[in-house]
Structures are given as structure tokens and as C-alpha cells.
T-cell receptor, first 114, second 115 residues
Framework: GDSVTQMEGPVTLSEEAFLTINCTYTATGYPSLFWYVQYPGEGLQLLLKATKADDKGSNKGFEATYRKETTSFHLEKGSVQVSDSAVYFC?????????????FGKGTKLSVKP | DVKVTQSSRYLVKRTGEKVFLECVQD?????MFWYRQDPGLGLRLIYFSYDVKMKEKGDIPEGYSVSREKKERFSLILESASTNQTSMYLCASSHRGRATNEKLFFGSGTQLSVL
């Protein structure tokens, strides 16, 4: 079945460092891809999405490019801040599938130190 | 702003108790979902509903049931709580439709401890 694999955390960075969180997927067809973020004490919220190959999703300085050839959707940010400390979830949704239920990765915890 | 409200932030129950987790959304969303979140396992879908009085099993429905009597409210029921149901429970909602269904709005979660 469809699945999402993320790099294991936790990831600890200093402020202004470059961030990459790897995400690869296994799916039939052409899924939509997402990154959700969960700040401490809160529920998840959508960070960015891409719906077709070579699309780039971006928000709040974060970017991810839908790479069909490598089945990847890596999350990047050029300069992280302490406020980016959170858990990040990669997810996919099969368009035309069973109402597009999301399949989530296990999450990667990011801690940014001042 | 879309708001998904879960009735309790923390809950402590005893083994064998019947437990109700309540979720209310105020954006007239058709779709509602219950997930549990465990360290190292991520989010797993328990049940979902696309309409009033409608429910479908997710990936891990065993030991749970749900109720959707009104569009805005989706309840998760643990008929007889067990210690392996200690977890963070997240409710989510979304609009119907292929594109809009992909954006889920989550509540803040209920941390349930079963002793």
C-alpha cells in the first residue's frame, strides 16, 4: 500500500542553520504531497503542498519540490529560527482515491537552539 | 478562523471505563476524522465520517467506535478502555471534495492516560 518515510529525528540545529528533512513516498498513480507542522501543545497545521510533479510548495520560508523521478518531497529552509522548533510530518493523498485520506509519515522533531 | 475544539486537553481514566472524546468544528465541514498519535508511530487513522450518521473504519478501529449525530460534532468512544489506548487523540475536519479534502484542520489534541 501507499506509504511515507521520513528521516528520523530528533534534529537539532543552531539558529540560522540550513534545514533539510528528507521524505520519500511509495504510491501508485499521482498523489498530492504535503508537509504539516505541529508546534508544541497544538494540533497539526498545513505548512505547504504540491499536487503534481515538479511543483514547488512554499510557505514561511520553507520549500519542498515534488520529485517524481526520486519519489521525494524533501523539506528545506535556508535559515531556521527558534520559533521553527516543532514536529514536521510529510503526508500524501491519492487524488480520486477514497476521498483523499491522508497518509502520514512518523514525524521529525526539530529543535532550534539560539 | 477555522476552529476544531476537543473537549479535554488531558484525561485520566481507569481500565474498563467507557470513555467519550468529543470534537466540535465550527466551519460547516462535511468530513471529520479521529487519529491517534504515538511516539515513533506518527498519526494513525481510527475512524472517519463524511456525513451525519455516516462512519467508516480507518486503519486501527479495533476497540473504538464513533458517533456523528450532528454535522459539527464527532465523538470517539472507547467502550472499555485499556492501557494500550493511552495516547494523544487528534480530531480533524475538512470540506468535502477531492481538492479541499486534502487540507485538514486539527484540534489541539486530548492526551488520554488509561491506568
Amino acid at each position: 500500500g501507499d506509504s511515507v518515510t521520513q528521516m528520523e529525528g530528533p534534529v537539532t540545529l543552531s539558529e540560522e542553520a540550513f534545514l533539510t528533512i528528507n521524505c520519500t513516498y511509495t504510491a501508485t498513480g499521482y498523489p498530492s504531497l504535503f508537509w504539516y507542522v505541529q508546534y508544541p501543545g497544538e494540533g497539526l497545521q498545513l505548512l505547504l503542498k504540491a499536487t503534481k510533479a515538479d511543483d514547488k510548495g512554499s510557505n514561511k520560508g520553507f520549500e519542498a519540490t515534488y520529485r517524481k523521478e526520486t519519489t521525494s518531497f524533501h523539506l528545506e529552509k535556508g535559515s531556521v529560527q527558534v520559533s521553527d522548533s516543532a514536529v514536521y510530518f510529510c503526508a500524501l493523498s491519492q487524488r480520486g482515491g477514497s476521498q483523499g485520506n491522508l497518509i502520514f509519515g512518523k514525524g521529525t522533531k526539530l529543535s532550534v537552539k539560539p | 478562523d477555522v476552529k476544531v475544539t476537543q473537549s479535554s486537553r488531558y484525561l485520566v481514566k481507569r481500565t474498563g471505563e467507557k470513555v467519550f472524546l468529543e470534537c466540535v468544528q465550527d466551519m460547516d465541514h462535511e468530513n471529520m476524522f479521529w487519529y491517534r498519535q504515538d511516539p515513533g508511530l506518527g498519526l494513525r487513522l481510527i475512524y472517519f465520517s463524511y456525513d451525519v450518521k455516516m462512519k467508516e473504519k480507518g486503519d486501527i478501529p479495533e476497540g473504538y467506535s464513533v458517533s456523528r449525530e450532528k454535522k459539527e460534532r464527532f465523538s470517539l468512544i472507547l467502550e472499555s478502555a485499556s492501557t494500550n489506548q493511552t495516547s494523544m487523540y487528534l480530531c480533524a475536519s475538512s470540506h468535502r471534495g477531492r481538492a479541499t479534502n486534502e487540507k485538514l484542520f486539527f484540534g489541539s489534541g486530548t492526551q488520554l492516560s488509561v491506568l
